[in-house]
């Protein structure tokens, strides 16, 4: 009997439609759908990671190589089914990625609600140095350990 999904793991080949469906489920708009076509057709994904539960996807994010600074990753789109929110699954799924970014010292920046980011392992303090093009009070980083001044460029998928 399962009583929770498996563990969050890469995104196989042919799990596209599956993601594609949640994020369309879990957001109001495709906007988040849209987003990964193009950060995959621009080949700007670093990694996608799922959550499986039951033959199907109930958990998902996508890093991204920034484009500035060099070596940098950019957490987006996180989604988590509507049915199963509130349960405490996304925050277990970027609890994990939080603490791979502080172990190997990889500095991730995300755009969000600071409330769930930060209950994530994300901070806000340790992001008030950097320069955005979006707003500095809903920017979180993680896997550095003293606030960075830095300008942030993202991929160019975000633009539009």
């Known amino acids: 009997m399962v009583i929770g999904p498996d563990f969050a ?4 080949a042919g799990e ?3 993601v594609d469906a949640l994020l369309r489920d879990a957001f109001p708009t495709s906007d988040e759908a849209r987003l990964v076509a193009k ?8 990694g996608e990671t799922v959550l499986p539960w039951e033959h199907t996807i109930i958990g998902y994010f996508a890093l991204c190589y920034m484009v500035k600074p060099k070596g940098w990753l950019c957490l987006a789109p996180v989604a988590i089914h509507p049915d199963v929110q509130g349960r ?4 277990r799924m970027l609890g994990m990625l939080t603490e791979w970014a502080r172990l190997t010292k990889t500095p991730i920046v ?3 609600d600071p409330a769930f980011y930060q209950r994530a ?3 806000s303090a340790l992001a008030q140095n950097l320069k955005s093009p979006y707003p500095i009070a809903n920017t979180l980083i993680a896997g550095v350990e003293n606030a960075p001044k830095q300008s942030l460029t993202y991929p160019s998928a975000f633009q539009s």
């Open 9 to 12: 793991r890469d995104l196989r």
């Open 16 to 18: 596209e439609p599956a």
């Open 39 to 46: 950060l995959r057709k621009a080949r700007a994904i670093a």
């Open 88 to 91: 405490g699954y996304g925050k």
């Open 110 to 112: 995300v755009l969000g």
């Open 121 to 123: 392992g994300f901070s």
